[in-house]
Every structure is written in structure tokens, then in C-alpha cells.
């Protein structure tokens, strides 16, 4: 297996005694972009959250560069290369574009902040031109932005992104999803949680649809119709088959 | 050039420095143009500056509630009055120690309650002061329990040849005016650096500053001792401007002052807690000439700033400035 490779096996995780993921297996090959879905409660955000180390791990892999990864803390799965755009509003809003950028670089030795930045803003320009604003003052589509943008200073192996269209209007999805689509096309991998299926679909290049904290379907999303979707959402069968699990 | 040309140009002149130049004159002039009471009164409100500072950069920088401002500041007032009677050593030993001390005081109580959530470690806090205060009344040996330490004498200074007593009341003012003006250049270089950013990222989200790298808990215990340094040189001056130290230096009463003095002025500014010192402290100092006026100006100033100023005097004095400096 290639060293950037992500490879979850039987993974099981939850929060306290309560148990969110049965037994997720998924592979995720460097610079793919999947699209992670589901109904509500399937564990589509605490499997986001279980790679970045923020749930409670009862079982399984995470491999990793060649290491178990299951365990570790956040701090450690940011030097890792692993970056986590959390759900909702996940900025300092009192601060400028800039100085958020600057806090996102904590991790980075000094010398190389400014660079960094300049890498990010050639990355967004839309925040260039915003870098003196507080992040709080902007619109919900440009603050989403911006903490992709500060994931993304990390420069990350791998980008977890968890719903970003939340409390965004149509057209800040729209330029939130060009800008993933554009950074997937620089090479990122991508690992994005989201309820919005159409645009998820439209973006991503593999489709992986969770129910019950398990893996029920994996494919492309062209191999799979909007009603089909549904079915399995309330059902986690597809009409002619007994079981969906490819 | 029609009038509201004009109109406009005199708005754009920056009467920024013209107002520091005089503010810093009445500073200065204050113990002259006032009487001995309003200096007093200006002293007092010096003195409680200190702790607000501190217990500024904590609750309205880091974001964290903490009512033992009180208790450093009587650890303070303690450690200062009792190396001034019984060793006699000079102000500037007693105002260090007085700090350490409060500093060293604050590390153990900090390690365990910053590991609690927010309402936790405010009622942690609260158990200081009152420890502190039991301390002060039974440890009779060393305290003198309820009677108070007395007859601590007025500042000395001794170096080398050099040796002076701040005896007056012009003199002491002068003093708290230049430790208070020490003070928040401390705190203004504290918020303007890389630390003071990390603070403001903690308040703001802790979580994310957390993911981010921030050693958040370790931020939070310095800033925690910090903020008991500033309240443990508070309270030396205390001790020594009122030459007597007793129990009731350990009250909650003087917690919420601060805490009003910070959130009053405006939490998270420095303009904020200079200028609610000057009315919370200073002009409450003032009003004792009438006691029945005086809790009733206080509540009502309390109560205007309740109803109208939500986020402290420092919106307002942040406006004036901007009107001042012509930007607005």
C-alpha cells in the first residue's frame, strides 16, 4: 500500500459508553475525493471525528503511513497530516482573516508562516481581500472558507471536512464546493461529510453511504440514482437486493 | 470652500495626542488641582487598578471567571505588611514578594480547578477567598487573627546611600501613578504579543484554539498567576497606604469590586479598566463624604451600565477616540 493511503479496518468508536461506529471499513487512496453520507445518526460526522481523534475508540485500525493511528490525539494527527474542518461556525470571530491564518499556523516554525499564508490566499483569493476583515463580519460562506483555508495552511496529507454547507446560502455552497473541487484538483484528498447528497455527488468521485455506524454501499456516484439513495437511507437495502454491501 | 468643507476639516484634525498630553497634565497636576480627599480617592482607585489588570487579562482576554482576586490581593497585603514590621525591608522587596508570593499561591490552586469547566472553577475561586480569610483570622501567631496587622510603615526606599520614606500624600500618589502606569504598559505589551493572541483564541474558542496546537491549559495557569501577581503588588500598596492589614482584605466584597471594575470599564480593554477604576473605585472613594448617597450612586451607575452599556464604558471611550482622531 502506497504510504498516503488512508485504511480504516473494523473500526468502532463512540462517545462514553455509547457506540456510534459498528465495524467501518474503508480504504481512501491518496487524492481522492470521497463524499461520506447517510441518514442522520449513521456516524457520518463521528467518523470525521474518530480519525481526528476526538471520540472514544473501542476497536479496530486506522493505518496511517505505515502506523496505527487509532488513539492518537488531535495534536498528534495534525503533525501527522490529517486536518479537520469541524461542522459550524469554527473560526475566532473577533480576529482578522489574517490573524486567523496566523493562529492556524501555531504547528508552523515562524519563518515559514508568511509563506504560507501567501500560499493560502493564492489558494482563496477571496480572502486575500478580505484579510483585514474580521472574520466574524463576513458571510456564513466566506467564514466557511476561511476555515478550510486554515486547515488547509496545514498543509494536510489528507482534509476532513465535516458539512460544509451548513446555514449556507445556495450560492455560498456553490463557491465553497468550487473551491474543494479546486483544491482536490491541485491533488488533496478529500474525506467530506454532507447532507447536501446532490452537490456531494456532483463533487466527489467515489461515493460511501453509512448507516448504523456501517459501511452499506461504496461505489461511484454515477452508479447510484437519487432514488436509490433514498431507499437505502431509510432502508440500507436497494430495491432486488438483500444486502447492499459491495 | 463651502462650511461643511470646513466642517469637515476640523473634524479630520487628530486631537488624539492634544487629549493624552492633558489627561497625562491632570495626571500629574491631580494632587495640586484637587483636595487631599480627591488624591486619596485617586490613590485608592491606583491601587485597585492593579488586580482589575490582572483580573482583566484573565477573565476579559483568556475568558476565564475567577473570584480570588480578593484573596492574592490580601496574600499581598499580608506578605508586604508583615516584612515591613517585622524586618523593616524596603518597599520595592515587599511589593516583589508580595507578588511572588501571590504568584506561588495561585499555582496550586490553579493546577487542579483549570482542569474544571467553567462554573466549577468559579466556585473554586470563591473557596480560595474564603480559605484565605479563615487563614487570616486563625493563623493568630502570624496575623494577629482579627486585630490586624498595624502600624506598617509607609513605603521606605533604601539603595545604597540613597534612602527616602514616600510619607505624604502627594508623594504616595505619585507613586500608584507611576506603578499603575507600569502596570498597564505590562498589560499592553502582554495583549499586543503572540501570547496575548493565543489568549484572545482561547476565549474566543478553546476548542479550536486547542486543535490548532495551543497549548491551551498551560496558557490559562500562567495567565492565572499572572493576573495573582498583579493582585499580590495591589495588595503591598494597600498595606502600605493604609498601614493597617486586617481579615476583611480577604472579602468577597473586594472580588466583585474588581470583577465590576473589569467588566464595568470593559472586559478585554485597557482603556476599559483605567476607567473603571477612576469610577468604580475613585469616585465611590469620594462619595463616603455622603455614606447615604454614596451605595446609592454606586447601584445606580451599576444599573445604567446594566441598562445601557452591555459591554462595558470602553465601546463608548473607543468611539470618542475614533471621533477624536477624526477616523469616524
Known sequence: MANSDLSIKDLRAGYGTLDILNGVDLDVPAGQFVALMGPNGAGKSTLLKTLYGMTTIKGGIIEWQGRNIAGYKSRAILGEGISFVPQGRCNFPVMTVDENLQMAAYTIRDSRVKADRDYVYDLFPILKTRRSTLAGNMSGGEQQLLEVAMAVLQRPKVLLVDEPSVGLSPAAIHIVFDELLRLHAAGQTILLVEQNTKKAMEVAERAVILRLGKVIWDGLPKDITHDELGELFLTGKMRGENEAVH | ?328
Open chain 2, 1 to 328: 470652500m463651502s462650511l461643511a468643507d470646513t466642517a469637515q476639516q476640523i473634524r479630520r484634525r487628530d486631537l488624539r495626542l492634544p487629549l493624552v498630553a492633558a489627561l497625562l497634565v491632570v495626571a500629574l497636576a491631580a494632587p495640586f488641582i484637587g483636595s487631599r480627599y480627591v488624591t486619596h480617592s485617586l490613590i485608592i482607585a491606583l491601587i485597585f487598578m492593579l488586580p482589575a489588570h490582572g483580573l482583566n487579562l484573565l477573565v476579559g482576554y483568556t475568558g476565564l471567571l475567577s473570584l480570588a482576586q480578593a484573596a492574592f490581593f490580601g496574600i499581598g497585603a499580608y506578605t508586604a505588611g508583615l516584612l515591613a514590621v517585622h524586618y523593616g525591608t524596603p518597599f520595592y522587596v515587599n511589593a516583589a514578594a508580595a507578588g511572588l508570593l501571590a504568584g506561588a499561591c495561585a499555582l496550586p490552586l490553579g493546577v487542579p480547578a483549570l482542569r474544571l469547566r467553567a462554573t466549577s472553577f468559579v466556585m473554586c475561586t470563591l473557596g480560595f477567598v474564603i480559605i484565605g480569610q479563615a487563614i487570616a483570622k486563625n493563623w493568630i501567631s502570624v496575623t494577629r487573627g482579627d486585630m490586624g496587622l498595624s502600624a506598617i510603615p509607609k513605603p521606605h526606599f533604601a539603595l545604597g546611600p540613597l534612602s527616602f520614606t514616600v510619607s505624604g500624600t502627594t508623594s504616595f500618589y505619585y507613586m500608584a501613578l507611576a506603578i499603575g502606569a507600569l502596570a498597564t504598559l505590562a498589560v499592553w505589551m502582554i495583549v499586543r504579543s503572540p501570547a496575548g493572541r493565543n489568549m484572545i483564541a482561547i476565549r474566543e474558542n478553546e476548542t479550536l484554539a486547542e486543535s490548532l496546537g495551543v497549548p491551551t491549559w498551560r496558557y490559562k495557569l500562567i495567565v492565572f498567576i499572572i493576573s495573582a501577581v498583579f493582585a499580590g503588588v495591589g495588595g503591598s500598596l494597600y498595606a502600605h497606604y493604609l498601614t493597617v492589614v486586617s481579615p476583611l482584605t480577604f472579602q468577597m466584597y473586594y472580588s466583585t469590586t474588581m470583577l465590576i471594575i473589569v467588566l464595568g470599564g470593559g472586559a478585554g480593554t485597557i482603556s476599559g479598566v483605567v476607567f473603571g477604576s477612576l469610577l468604580f473605585v475613585g469616585l465611590t472613594e469620594a462619595l463616603r463624604i455622603t455614606p447615604e448617597l454614596r451605595m446609592i450612586a454606586y447601584g445606580l451607575c451599576l444599573l445604567v451600565l446594566v441598562f445601557w452599556f452591555k459591554k462595558g464604558f470602553a465601546p463608548v471611550i473607543n468611539r470618542f477616540w475614533d471621533l477624536i482622531g477624526g477616523t469616524k
